[in-house]
C-alpha cells in the first residue's frame, strides 16, 4: 500500500454558506481533485444540477450545526486551514499545504466567522483584487494543493 496515500488526505467544506450552487461546484472541484471527505456548516448541502458527478455521493459528506460541533470532530492530526481575505492570511502563492488538512470557507457574503478564524492552524489568501466567489477560491486552493507537495 502507498504510504503517502495513508499519510496524507485533505478535507473541504464551507461554514455557513448561502448559494447551494457554490456547493454543488466545490464538491465537484472537491472530488476531482482527490479530497477524501467533504461538509457543511451550519446550512446544509441540497442536490445541485452543477454537481454533474454527484460527488456528495460519491465521497464522505459531513454535517455539523456549528463550528464548535464541527471543530470538536476535527481528524486527530489535521491541521485547520481557513481561506480568508485577512491581513493576518499568509499567500497561497508561498503557503505549503499539510499533509493532513481540513479546509475551511467561509460564507459568501461575509467570511468566516472571527471564532473559526481565531481556531483555524493556518490562514490563506491569494492575489485578487476583490473576494472570489467561494466555490472559485475553494477551487484555487485546490489546484495549488494539487501541484505544490504538501509538507510533513
Same mark, same amino acid.
Not at 467533504?38 to 455539523?64: E, L, S
Not at 499533509?99 to 472571527?114: Q, W
Given at each position: 500500500? %502507498? ?11 464551507? #461554514? %455557513? ?13 472537491? #472530488?476531482?481533485?482527490? $479530497? ?6 451550519? /446550512?446544509?448541502? $441540497?442536490? #445541485?444540477?452543477?454537481?454533474?458527478? /454527484? ?10 450545526? /456549528?463550528?464548535?460541533?464541527?471543530? %470538536?470532530?476535527?481528524?486527530?492530526? $489535521? ?17 505549503? !499545504? ?5 479546509? @475551511? @470557507?467561509?460564507?459568501?457574503? !461575509?467570511?468566516? &466567522? ?6 483555524? !492552524?493556518? @490562514? ?12 472559485? $477560491?475553494? &477551487? ?11 509538507? &510533513?
Amino acid at each position: 500500500m %502507498n504510504d503517502n496515500f495513508i499519510n496524507e488526505y485533505f478535507g473541504i467544506g464551507i #461554514q %455557513n454558506g448561502k448559494t447551494p450552487e457554490n456547493l454543488g461546484v466545490l464538491w465537484r472541484t472537491a #472530488q476531482n481533485m482527490g $479530497a477524501s471527505f467533504i461538509f457543511t456548516i451550519g /446550512n446544509r448541502y $441540497a442536490k #445541485q444540477g452543477c454537481d454533474t458527478h /454527484n460527488a456528495v455521493k460519491a465521497m464522505p459528506y459531513f454535517h455539523y450545526e /456549528n463550528f464548535d460541533d464541527f471543530f %470538536n470532530n476535527l481528524p486527530k492530526g $489535521a491541521r485547520l486551514v481557513g481561506v480568508e481575505l485577512d491581513d493576518k492570511a499568509e499567500e497561497l502563492e508561498t503557503f505549503h !499545504h499539510p499533509r493532513r488538512c481540513v479546509y @475551511l @470557507l467561509g460564507a459568501e457574503d !461575509h467570511g468566516l &466567522s472571527k471564532a473559526a478564524m481565531e481556531k483555524c !492552524h493556518y @490562514l490563506v489568501k491569494f492575489k485578487s483584487e476583490k473576494s472570489l466567489n467561494v466555490a472559485v $477560491a475553494g &477551487s484555487i486552493v485546490l489546484y495549488d494543493r494539487g501541484i505544490n507537495k504538501p509538507r &510533513s
